[in-house]
């Protein structure tokens, strides 16, 4: 700003006019760059189908390995790709039939369609094994391992009454809030 | 532009010069302030379960709190979310046969999982009471007070031959290109 | 550059300064534009629901006709629009099962709800035709007059054994790569 000021005394009027041009150019490009989307993926994980939860992961594993931060929220559903076990001490009675009915960890999510009571999730666990493909477990570690922000959702947890020791670590807490914060900055938004 | 001629009859050719780069950048910093997204927030309701349509409406308060413009675009089976009857004078065979098995209103909407003919999605009610955590019903009385704009899906309604008296007031009507005129300028996108 | 070399020779300590600003202010627009969102759509088609697929290609074709370009990757159940016909001969055991219990074609895809083996979509179709709304048959043959890619998702392909022959001609294939190359310079993005 001294130099500026310094500059101003010594300027003559055209220069004046041209300096003032490009101070309000200069203002409404800061205001463009700071909102402009960032290199930002954040993805609604609302389903809890293997298949799925496997096309969430593929699309933010596949981001933060193209140096995108990634932002995965887990609401509903997607719980079941965050828990280990089964906890029912502490939960209320409707929470204990959700829990009972609901895929105790990543291994028991069933697939969106043929799933036949699981057969149609061993089958294809099976067939990507054959070609190689990562499994779930594989890309949720991937994932934790470039970055990407795994967030459970609060509202969901306090419905369903889920406990810290039935999911997995390192997960961040968060409402809509922490996920429109991320997902308002992101150039792709996915509700999966 | 009375003020540019002016000045530029009295310019050394370099500020010309540099006269001709900056009005060349105001140009394109218009086009920049024009084309890049909008504090908007626009969202495609497709699906008829509760549980995603909760989300959906979680997601369009959220947002229109954050002071977003949000739209909501409901679609299909998304109609569920707007019925307050079911209304059968009028509709073709087909049409009555589909008005028939879909949900009268809000309050009949099955969940995505475990529905059990009706018994999951009052499960589900309940648990969110126990929490106090906002219904649906509240939820769109919020959307609406917050400006949320709610569109119904022209061709839809068409094809299901949807009537006015059997939707919540207020609603716009729009087609695809409704919807896109929004989501082209939208920060966030999201099909639920 | 000579120009510009030039001009700095006879310009004044001020006139440098702005010329200084003016270049930086170039450089930095320069960025803007290019990391800014382009005219494009790009959708993920995960779904093998007639309903569901009728509504991505409303969406694209859409989209095209308001001079969009766009992109629609097709992964996992998805692939179900753009079979023609099944084909058993060199698949493995689960890559035929799969086959087998997969729809053949666009006119077997089944509807998300009220499918009842089929005559949800056959009631979808005939409700649609009485209202003269194009046939997902007719929106494919758009989405390709208009310019939309189509792109077949190797990962899917790979693990299913889906063969050349068994889908619609002018496809592209490519990875999440491809997808997310497209996505990350889109307005809209959206996961049906």
């Known amino acids: 700003m001294v130099t500026r000021q310094a500059t101003q005394s010594h300027m ?3 220069e004046g006019l041209l300096e003032e041009r490009l101070a309000s150019l200069e203002q ?6 700071e909102s402009q989307p960032k290199d930002r993926v954040s993805l609604v994980v609302f389903s809890g189908d293997l298949d799925r939860i496997l096309a969430a992961f593929v699309v933010a594993t596949g981001a933060a390995a193209l140096g995108q931060e990634v932002s995965m929220f887990f609401t509903f559903w997607g719980y079941g790709s ?3 076990k089964r906890v029912l001490a502490g939960k209320g009675f409707l929470q204990k039939l959700m829990a009972v009915m609901s895929p105790s960890g990543t291994q028991a999510l069933p697939v969106s369609k043929l799933n036949f009571f699981g057969i149609g999730a061993k089958m294809l666990r099976a067939m ?18 470039l970055g990407v922000r795994l967030i459970a959702c609060e509202m969901s947890r306090d419905v369903m009454g889920i406990q810290d020791e039935e999911l997995i670590d390192g997960l961040e807490s968060g409402g809509v ?3 429109l914060a991320d997902a308002l900055k992101s150039r792709v938004t996915l509700f999966v």
Chains 1, 2, 3 share one sequence.
Request: charged content about 30%; overall charge neutral.
């Open 28 to 33: 409404r490009l800061v205001a463009l760059e």
């Open 177 to 179: 809030a922490s996920f």
């Open 128 to 145: 990507m094994k054959q070609k190689n493909v990562s499994s779930l477990e594989d890309l949720i570690g991937m994932a934790r391992e």
């Open 12 to 14: 003559t009027e055209t």
């Open 82 to 84: 965050l828990r280990t």
